[in-house]
């Protein structure tokens, strides 16, 4: 086989690890922070009903983030796999 084809499976290989991991541990982290946000606004508008409405709408507005950074992850890791900026490294 080619040398340079070799390397550009290398570089897919790698790169499909890659992105297995990206989108593994990004929705891992999004899960737990989202699970243990939600658990401490249950616990706060058990303590304190009245304020309810303000922690709510942070919360929300939390959410929003935490999902957000996971989408952008999951762009990136999207770019990667369909088109690997690193390929045409491996055939010069």
């Not at 709408?57 to 990667?80: E, N, P, Q, T, Y």
């Amino acid at each position: 086989m080619d040398p340079k084809m070799q390397l550009v499976a290398m570089i897919q290989a790698y790169t499909g690890i890659g992105i297995g991991l990206m989108i593994g541990l990004g929705a891992l982290g999004a899960c737990v922070g989202v699970g243990i946000m939600c658990s401490r606004f249950l616990e706060g508008a058990a303590r304190q009903p009245e304020l309810m409405p303000q922690l709510q709408a942070k919360v929300f507005l939390l959410l929003g983030l935490i999902d957000a950074s996971f989408i952008i992850g999951l762009g990136i890791a999207m770019l990667f796999a369909f088109g690997n900026p690193l390929v045409p490294a491996g055939l010069k």
